[in-house]
């Protein structure tokens, strides 16, 4: 079955960058789209972004306040999150997504997407 693993997490200060990465392997993978989504302690979880696979459409939160750039690489199976000025609260567990086929789906709810990573955690300084 396909699997998703993100790497990249890490401590990062306050005002600094991030870049995530997330593979896909294991199986058959041809998405909608992926996703990142990202979850605190105690807190719900929130989209972040989305990028379309073969149009490259892409999507964001509203709440990164345009910080945030997603991108795929439909070669390596891939897609890319890269954040900057970080906050204090942009601290959670971020987590890649994929539907579990090309139809059209909402990107923004996380209950139409199939496959999760194992999640990787970014902390950000205070």
């Known amino acids: 079955q396909v699997q998703l693993l993100e790497t990249g997490g890490g401590w990062v200060q306050t005002g600094g960058s991030v870049r995530l990465s997330c593979t896909a392997s294991g199986g058959t993978f041809d998405p909608y789209a992926m996703a990142w989504f990202r979850q605190a302690p105690g807190k719900e979880r929130e989209f972040v972004a989305a990028v379309s696979w073969y149009a490259g459409n892409t999507y964001y939160g509203d709440f990164f306040e345009d910080r945030a750039t997603i991108s795929r690489d439909k070669a390596k199976n891939s897609a890319y999150l890269q954040m900057n000025k970080l906050k204090p609260e942009d601290t959670a567990t971020y987590y890649c997504?994929?539907?579990?086929?090309?139809?059209?789906?909402?990107?923004?709810?996380?209950?139409?997407?199939?496959?999760w990573g194992q999640g990787t955690q970014v902390t950000v300084s205070s």
């Open positions: 997504a994929a539907p579990t086929g090309p139809g059209l789906i909402a990107v923004r709810f996380d209950g139409h997407y199939g496959y």
